[in-house]
């Protein structure tokens, strides 16, 4: 809040009252003697003004269907919508309701009523021009509409006929008559107000409570025949929805008769059960063939091997004969190792124990033969078990199959039958209904408050249309001549900006149309678009004069600024980095925090890294430098971090920033907040080597520029020059450098 007082207070400093007090003095009497004559005019106008009545009625339309059943349910809008009010509120100003209120009323062209609404019988016939007039007009016409190019453009209008009058005059007096009628709803309610407006009170107050009642009865005459029309067509459709129903039924019992069918519930599951038991069974079968022959090929390939190895082979193991003959293998193997540790080979006890060890093994052999011969005939039983079991799945598969399809079209029948069936008790219902409610008349609207007839008119207000236009004409006075005012103090030119601004000028940017341009930002790409050279050229001439000056004082960064936002710099900061970068190293930072612009223009996507990123500490400074690669050049954007702009463009990683990449390019630019609007480009100003002023021609006034410029001296940064933007000169030198540098 602080800071925003005093900006507006800044804002405040440059305003000179003491300017526009004299513009009002000097223009007061010619302002005066303006009004005057348009207040006698207006005097003069409104006396021969006629009065207008008005009367209003209040209609209440009802927004839900009264609690009786009804045929609109079929051919009904939804009266629970907004659309459903509007759509009534254009019925009662329909020309069908304002041709039956004429009609009930007997007024128009051609009947005795008058005064109806400035529209009488009179006032038809002297709308119509007098025969000298007539002539002068039909001349005129024939002459415009013969012309060359006229011809092609304009289509002259059909005269009108002496039988067609009567017509013409009943169309004329039906569009006076609608836009006497005035139909509002009043907010937040179901009422509408009709309003008439008629010189005869009598009539206003008849008009207004008439179309609220012919309303009222064309509803009733519309529903009525939207009833009729939709019994009859009802009644028609009975009997062949009838005849669909018997028919479809007829067809499910001839089927379920055919397929001796008696309740297709249940059979499916069941079958479905058996199904997957047999795919267990063919699962489990599978298996065993699988396990026998694993086995039998083994033991046919290791036949030879040593019994030590077969014992690896799980399927051995775990065969409870192989296992207890290992075990008593090992028994004996341990034996005879023990013995042989005591006796020699021709020892009693170990020809004994070795011989009892061959026992053993030659019983392993004989084991395994067994099992090989046992696991052959299973083999043979597993896979005649698998083939049976496949073709039984086969057989189980086609009749599963067939009942599938039986009952699909079962279900086919079955659901055109129950279609059928709704269809019907839908319209016996509604045709039920509709003779039960035939006799009854719904209420769409009532009127809640008749019209009466006004006492006083309603216009005109003669006192505040004279005040008004008394008060208009010294306030477009006034406008004019503070328009005229603000025009003469902006920079027209070059040279005005030199002369009262007292500052030098780099050059002049001439104003590029929006037809070459379009509407969009302006980009990088436009400094070498030859559509627009004279851009290109002036930009040039701008970047010859102030490198010379830069060099000469060893300045290498500078920010660019203006009085007021919109006024062009970050075009002319863009612009003029674009055409450095042709020669040199060129760095373009967007510091303007509070208005970014220079990422959209360099198509960079909207949350790449940038200033606020790295001087919150969130990324390094390589990460936020982009290179534009079709210009040579690099681009700092304002990043996606959010802050205080203040905050961050004071602090030390700033100015210590700005003095890195003075070391790293060839020249920095700068684009900054406008100086009259926030203390951004004074922080950043006192961070580089000098300031940029661009001026908007035609759009800056001078005390806003005097006082952007007041600022900078203030804070004492060096204020460069300016450059005029968007200059409509037309003089030979207007983008050309005059004046030293400073």
């Known amino acids: 809040m602080l800071i925003k007082s005093q900006e507006v207070k800044r804002h405040d400093e440059f305003i000179d009252l003491s300017k526009y007090t004299q513009v009002i003095k000097s223009n007061l009497n010619r302002a005066l003697l303006f009004t005057l004559v348009v207040t006698m005019v207006s005097i003069v106008f409104v006396l021969s003004m006629t009065p207008v009545y008005k009367s209003t009625a209040t209609l209440l339309i009802e927004g839900e269907n009264n609690n009786v059943v009804s045929i609109e349910r079929l051919v009904g809008v939804d009266t629970s919508k907004q659309e459903y009010f509007q759509t009534q509120h254009e019925i009662i100003k329909s020309n069908v309701i304002a041709k039956k209120v004429i009609e009930r009323l007997a007024i128009g062209p051609d009947s005795s009523t008058q005064t109806l609404l400035s529209y009488s019988d009179e006032a038809l016939r002297s709308s119509q021009p007098s025969a000298m007039l007539a002539n002068l007009k039909a001349q005129v016409s024939d002459t415009l509409y013969s012309l060359p190019l006229l011809n092609t453009i304009l289509v002259k209008p059909r005269a009108i006929k002496d039988d067609q009058l009567a017509d013409f005059q009943k169309l004329e007096f039906l569009k006076q008559f609608k836009s006497n009628l005035h139909v509002s709803p009043i907010k937040n309610t179901q009422l509408v107000q009709i309003t008439f407006l008629a010189e005869d009170p009598d009539v206003a107050a008849m008009v207004a409570n008439a179309v609220g009642e012919v309303y009222i009865e064309n509803h009733y005459e519309s529903q009525a025949i939207i009833n009729a029309q939709a019994s009859d067509w009802i009644s028609g459709r009975l009997a062949e929805l009838e005849a669909n129903l018997r028919q479809s039924e007829l067809k499910l019992v001839n089927f379920m008769d055919k397929e001796g069918l008696v309740d297709v519930s249940g059979i499916d599951s069941l079958a479905s059960a058996e199904l997957t038991k047999l795919i267990e069974q063919l699962a489990n079968a599978r298996d065993r063939r699988l396990a026998a022959e694993s086995l039998i090929t083994v033991l046919k390939q290791n036949k030879n091997a040593d019994a030590s190895y077969l014992y690896t082979i799980p399927q051995v193991t775990n065969h409870p004969q192989m296992r207890d003959i290992r075990l008593s293998e090992i028994e004996a193997e341990k034996k005879v190792s023990e013995l042989s540790k005591r006796y020699g080979p021709k020892h009693d006890k170990m020809i004994q124990a070795q011989a009892q060890l061959k026992t053993i093994q030659d019983r392993s052999k004989r084991t395994l033969q067994r099992m090989v011969a046992g696991k052959e005939k299973e083999l043979v039983t597993a896979r005649q078990q698998e083939r049976s079991l496949k073709h039984e799945l086969a057989e189980k598969k086609a009749e599963f199959q067939s009942f599938a399809l039986k009952r699909a079209q079962y279900e086919t029948l079955q659901r055109e039958v129950d279609t059928n069936r709704q269809l019907y008790d839908l319209f016996l219902t509604r045709q039920k209904e509709y003779d039960a409610t035939s006799d009854f008349r719904n209420v769409i609207a009532q009127i809640t408050e008749r019209a009466e007839v006004p006492f006083s008119p309603a216009k005109p207000n003669k006192p505040l249309i004279v005040a008004g236009s008394a008060a208009g004409a010294f306030s477009f006075a006034m406008i004019i001549a503070f328009a005229t005012s603000a025009l003469k103090n ?253």
Do not use: W
Request: overall charge neutral; hydrophobic content about 35%; aromatic content about 6%.
């Open 490 to 742: 902006t920079f027209e030119r070059r040279s005005d900006l030199k002369n009262r601004g007292q500052v030098s000028v780099f050059g002049s940017i001439p104003k590029i149309s929006d037809k070459k341009i379009g509407k969009s930002p302006i980009n990088s790409r436009l400094y070498s678009d030859q559509s627009v050279g004279v851009f290109g050229e002036s930009i040039r001439n701008i970047r010859t004069s102030l490198s010379i000056g830069l060099i000469n004082e060893h300045k290498k960064c500078i920010s660019v600024t203006s009085a007021l936002p919109c006024e062009g710099k970050s075009t002319v900061a863009l612009s003029l980095a674009t055409s450095m970068a042709s020669l040199e190293k060129v760095l373009l930072i967007d510091a303007d925090l509070r208005r970014p612009s220079l990422a959209q223009r360099f198509d960079l996507d909207e949350e790449c890294l940038g200033l606020t990123d790295y001087l919150n500490g969130t990324a390094d400074l390589v990460s936020c430098i982009h290179k534009d690669e079709s210009q040579g050049l690099y681009l700092l954007p304002v990043g996606n971090h959010k802050g205080n702009p203040q905050e961050l463009l004071s602090s030390k990683s700033f100015r210590d920033l700005v003095n890195a990449v003075g070391e790293k390019f060839d020249r920095v630019i700068i684009d900054t907040p406008s100086i009259n609007s926030v203390i951004d480009p004074v922080l950043i100003g006192a961070a580089t080597d000098g300031t940029l002023m661009v001026v908007k021609a035609n759009s800056t006034q001078i005390n806003q520029f005097k006082f952007a410029v007041g600022r900078l001296k203030e804070h004492n940064i060096e204020m460069l020059g300016a450059v005029l933007n968007q200059d409509e000169s037309k003089t030979q030198d207007a983008y050309q450098f005059s004046g030293t540098y400073a």
